[in-house]
């Protein structure tokens, strides 16, 4: 929901630190394969009750995620980039709530599967519009240069970060946090599936 309305604040200095690691060789698949190490490392954090180094490595992470779009756009993109983006985030995204479940699996076991659940439902609708949207010559660039379409929606990823980052500062809040932003999701992924159904159209 807050996507778009964030790029134009964090892209420039996103952009002028990306084009300096460009110029320093650094390429855009290292940077998300960097971010995604930061993310595992998170997920560990978590299961192993240390929230605050948990906190600092999704912001890390997300710093990442953030500086590898910038690195490419400075340099040469490519479609492998784009796949590892957007695969090694949903990867991420998944980690995180498992990692809550092992954590304290008998009081965050389930909340965090209703919360991996509502994620799966999402990213189904998302990347399922994606597809249809390459296929149809469809694009934006509302949420900045992508690799792929992003479709905009309740839950985006400034959301799913600030739980995130929430979960770690309040652990005691998990189930709390995870029962109610997986309602969000939930409505997020509907709206989208009506939306796209009307968009589409029949066959």
Do not use: H
């Amino acid at each position: 929901m807050f996507d778009a309305r964030l790029r134009p604040l964090i892209d420039p200095p996103l952009d002028a630190a990306g084009g300096r690691l460009a110029r320093a060789g650094v390429s855009a698949d290292a940077v998300t394969l960097a971010g995604f190490a930061c993310g595992l490392c998170a997920a560990v954090s978590i299961a192993c009750d240390a929230m605050l180094a948990g906190a600092l490595l999704i912001v890390a992470n997300r710093l990442a995620d953030g500086l590898d779009g910038a690195v490419a756009r400075a340099g040469a993109r490519t479609d492998r980039g784009g796949y590892l983006d957007i695969v090694l985030d949903f990867f991420f995204y998944g980690a995180i709530p498992f990692a809550f479940a092992v954590q304290d699996g008998p009081a965050n076991a389930l909340p965090a599967a209703a919360l991996l659940l509502s994620f799966y439902m999402n990213g189904a609708s998302f990347l399922g519009f994606s597809v249809m949207a390459a296929k149809r010559g469809i694009t934006t660039d509302v949420q900045g240069s992508k690799s792929l379409y992003y479709l905009g929606g309740l839950a985006e990823g400034a959301e799913t970060i600030a739980v995130f980052l929430a979960m770690c500062l309040f652990p005691q809040w998990f189930a709390v946090l995870a029962y109610g932003f997986a309602a969000v999701c939930v409505v997020s992924a509907v709206s989208r599936v009506i939306l796209v159904a009307r968009l589409l159209g029949p066959d």
